[in-house]
């Protein structure tokens, strides 16, 4: 929501590159920074950021988007050179409720070149031997940063938005297994649901979604893709996972039912396998 973010439109130039923060917004759950950057003569750069409060507590990065040249989906066009790019990062680590934080954006940008060794000699017990025709060797392909620009340094105030909290505190069982939903948390940019269990395929499983639906109790339901914000482990062993569901949710209030349908979790090791456990596991809870 524009409405909510700040326009800053504070800009630095570095070597001829130029960087422009056009707006930045801030809640419980997430900090969004617009940007621009122009004057590049070759757009294949790796942009780095890092976010800091006054205190210099660094934010977690949890993802981008950004557009270059002409994108149909978008109908917007870029002139050559220029990008625009938005980054998200986990306002979760905001104590209490301030009315505002101090932030430091440090940017960099870097082209990485591959640089690959040549293939090394084929040896049969020590002997140095000629390759067959049909066998190709193949060398890892590693990375280099070259041509660096920057950095970039911003420091801004930005409106802080609190969350609505909903300590739930319920136990549901489905499938042989119980899932808690510890809590729920409600930032206009999104609604994190806090849920714990006791992890099949223990520590190499990860359970990257739960799907399902939220009900908030004005007639309209949520269908979930949950996206994954964050994981970690209690004292007791149990996992909890920290999903996030993109819906303007700020406003609604009352009762609201959470029906998670399954579980979908990949290996950590290989050969990756998925697992997935059916529910539901239903939860009904107040939200202030």
């Not at 119980?178 to 806090?194: C, G, K, M, N, Y």
């Not at 700020?250 to 009762?255: I, K, L, M, R």
Request: proline share 6%; net charge negative; charged share 20%.
């Amino acid at each position: 929501n524009l409405d909510l973010s700040t326009d800053l439109a504070a800009g630095q130039t570095v070597d001829g590159v130029t960087v422009t923060l056009a707006r930045v917004y801030a809640d419980a759950s997430q900090i969004l920074v617009g940007y621009g950057v122009s004057g590049l003569a070759n757009q294949d750069v790796h942009i780095e950021v890092a976010l800091t409060d006054e205190k210099g507590a660094v934010f977690r990065e949890l993802q981008g988007a950004g557009v270059t040249g002409a994108s149909e989906l978008l109908g917007v066009t870029v002139p050559e050179g220029d990008g625009s790019y938005l980054v998200a990062f986990d306002g979760a680590t905001v104590e209490g409720a301030p009315a505002a934080l101090q932030l430091r954006l440090v940017m960099e940008l870097s082209r990485w070149v591959p640089v690959t060794s040549e293939p090394g000699p084929v040896t049969i017990d020590g002997q140095l031997v000629e390759p067959p025709a049909t066998v190709q060797a193949s060398a890892p392909v590693t990375y280099e940063k070259r041509s660096t620009v920057g950095p970039f340094t911003f420091d801004f105030r930005v409106p802080f938005l609190p969350a609505r909290v909903a300590d739930v505190q319920q136990t549901a069982h489905a499938s042989g297994m119980a899932v808690r939903l510890e809590r729920v948390i409600v930032a206009p940019s999104e609604t994190r649901f806090v849920t714990c269990f006791q992890s099949p395929g223990g520590e190499e499983m990860e359970w990257v979604a739960a799907t399902g639906t939220l009900h908030t109790g004005l007639g309209r339901n949520y269908e979930l893709g949950y996206e994954l914000r964050d994981r970690f482990v209690q004292a007791d062993g149990q996992v909890c996972y920290v999903y996030g569901l993109l819906a303007p949710l700020a406003d609604q209030h009352g009762t609201w039912k959470l029906k998670m349908s399954e579980l979908v979790g990949f290996e950590m090791k290989e050969p990756y396998g998925q697992n997935r456990i059916a529910g539901p596991w239903v939860f009904r809870f107040g939200v202030p």
